[in-house]
C-alpha cells in the first residue's frame, strides 16, 4: 500500500487550495471551484477565504460572481450548512446533498408544527405555503422574508420552544419554509441588501435568479461526483472525513468510492482514498502562510485534523466543532488572529514559527488590515482563542 506522508497532504493543500503564493487563482469562481465550494454560513467568511485565494480581489469582484454573472450561488446543502457553489456543482448539490437536508428539514417541521397545534394539518399547510411562495415568485420577481410574509399569510406564526425555561423563545415558521424550499433547490438567496459581512439576502426562484433551469441528476451520480470533486480538492481522505463532509452515510460514501475504483493509500494513523489517476507526488512548494477566517472551507475539510491542527483543537475550536481564525505556516495551523480596536489585524501564535514566517505573516496581517479598511470581523463562532483577545 503506497503511503502518503503528512508533508505531502500539505503540499497538496497548498497548492489545490490556492494558499501557496505561486498558485494563488485568477477569479473568485476558480478559487471556489478548487475547494468544491466555500463556506458561507458566516457571510463574511466567504468573502475573506476568497481574499486569501485570489490575486488582488476586491469586494466587487465577489459581489459581481454572486449577484451580477451569478456564477457563484449560495445554496443550504451539505450538513445544513450555507455554501457558495459554482454554479455546475450547485446543480450537483441539490440531488447529492441537499435534497435529502430538505426532506429532514420538511418532516421536522410538520412535526413540530404539529406538537405546537398552530395548524390542524400541518402537512397540507406546508404543501400550500410552499406552492404559494412558488407561484409569488413565478414572474422572477425577487422577495425578502419580510416582503413574502406580508402577501402570503401563511408564513406567519411561530412555535414556543423552552416555555418557562430562561433559555425559551420562539420561532418564527416562515423563515423555516423558506428553508425547506430553498434546500430543495426551488429558491435560492439572491440580492444581499446588507454589508459584505452581513446577511440581508432577498429570495427568488432559482430559474429565474440563474436565468435558465438547473440541471437534473440522480442521486447517486450526484453523490459519486460530489465525492470525486472532494478528493481531487482534499484527498487522500478517509471515509470518515468523507462521510462527515457530504453530510451522508457510510453506504453512500463506501459506494461511491467503489464507483470511483480509489486507491488505498496508508496515512499517518489510518487508511486513506485516493482517486486512481492522482497517485503522483506534489512538487515542493516555497514557504507559504495564510490568515483564514473562521469555517474556512480548508480549515473544516476534514473530519481527522490532527496533521494540519496539532494540539490546538480547544483554542482554535469552540465545542460544536466551529473553527475561528486561523494562522497558517507551511500547510499547519500555529495559531489564531483577532482585530484590535482599531480594526488592526493581531497575529495569536500559539507556536514558535521562527522569525522568517513571522515576517511574512506580519506582511500578511497589514495586507488584511489594509484590505478591511476599518471594518470589524467579528466570527458568528468565536473560537477560545479570539475570546482571549
Known amino acids: 500500500m503506497q503511503t502518503i506522508s503528512t508533508a505531502e497532504r500539505q503540499r497538496r493543500l497548498a497548492t489545490r487550495h490556492r494558499l501557496a503564493p505561486s498558485h494563488l487563482a485568477d477569479s473568485p469562481l476558480e478559487a471556489a471551484a478548487s ?28 459581489d459581481r460572481a454572486l449577484y451580477d454573472d451569478r456564477t457563484l450561488v449560495k445554496h443550504l446543502a451539505m450538513r445544513r450548512t450555507i455554501f457558495v457553489f459554482p454554479r455546475d456543482t450547485f446543480a450537483l448539490s441539490i440531488a447529492g446533498s441537499s435534497q435529502r437536508v430538505a426532506a429532514t428539514e420538511r418532516a421536522r417541521l410538520i412535526r413540530e408544527v404539529e406538537k405546537a397545534g398552530l395548524y390542524d394539518d400541518p402537512e397540507r399547510w406546508l404543501d400550500e405555503a410552499s406552492a404559494q411562495v412558488r407561484d409569488f415568485m413565478s414572474d422572477g420577481k425577487e422577495a425578502t422574508l419580510k416582503e413574502l410574509r406580508a402577501a402570503i399569510p401563511l408564513l406567519d406564526g411561530s412555535m414556543v420552544y423552552g416555555e418557562g425555561r430562561t433559555w425559551g423563545g420562539k420561532v418564527a415558521v416562515g423563515p423555516r419554509v423558506l428553508t425547506t424550499l430553498s434546500a430543495a433547490g426551488d429558491i435560492v438567496r439572491s440580492s444581499n441588501s446588507g454589508h459584505w459581512r452581513l446577511s440581508r439576502n432577498s429570495w427568488s426562484a432559482t430559474g429565474a435568479w440563474l436565468g435558465s433551469d438547473v440541471d437534473v441528476h440522480e442521486r447517486e451520480a450526484a453523490e459519486q461526483k460530489l465525492v470525486e470533486l472532494w478528493l481531487r480538492a482534499f484527498g487522500p481522505g478517509t471515509e470518515t472525513d468523507i462521510k462527515w463532509w457530504l453530510g451522508s452515510t457510510l453506504t453512500a460514501v463506501r459506494r461511491s468510492l467503489q464507483a470511483l475504483q480509489v486507491v488505498e493509500v496508508e496515512l499517518d494513523g489510518g487508511t486513506g482514498y485516493l482517486l486512481p489517476d492522482d497517485l503522483e507526488e506534489t512538487a515542493a512548494v516555497e514557504p507559504w502562510g495564510a490568515l483564514l477566517p473562521s469555517l474556512d472551507p480548508t480549515t473544516m475539510g476534514w473530519f481527522d485534523r490532527d496533521w494540519y491542527l496539532g494540539p490546538h483543537r480547544s483554542q482554535l475550536f469552540d465545542t460544536n466543532g466551529n473553527a475561528g481564525p486561523t494562522i497558517w505556516w507551511d500547510g499547519r495551523i500555529v495559531g489564531g488572529w483577532t482585530q484590535d480596536d482599531d480594526a488592526a489585524v493581531v497575529l495569536q501564535f500559539l507556536d514558535d514559527v521562527g522569525s522568517d514566517a513571522h515576517a511574512v505573516l506580519d506582511r500578511q496581517a497589514d495586507n488584511l488590515t489594509e484590505w478591511l479598511g476599518g471594518t470589524r470581523v467579528l466570527p458568528r463562532f468565536p473560537s477560545p482563542l479570539f475570546k482571549t483577545s
Open 35 to 62: 475547494m468544491v465550494c466555500l463556506h458561507g454560513t458566516d457571510p463574511a467568511t466567504i468573502y475573506l477565504s476568497a481574499w486569501a485565494r485570489v490575486r488582488n480581489m476586491s469586494v466587487a469582484d465577489l
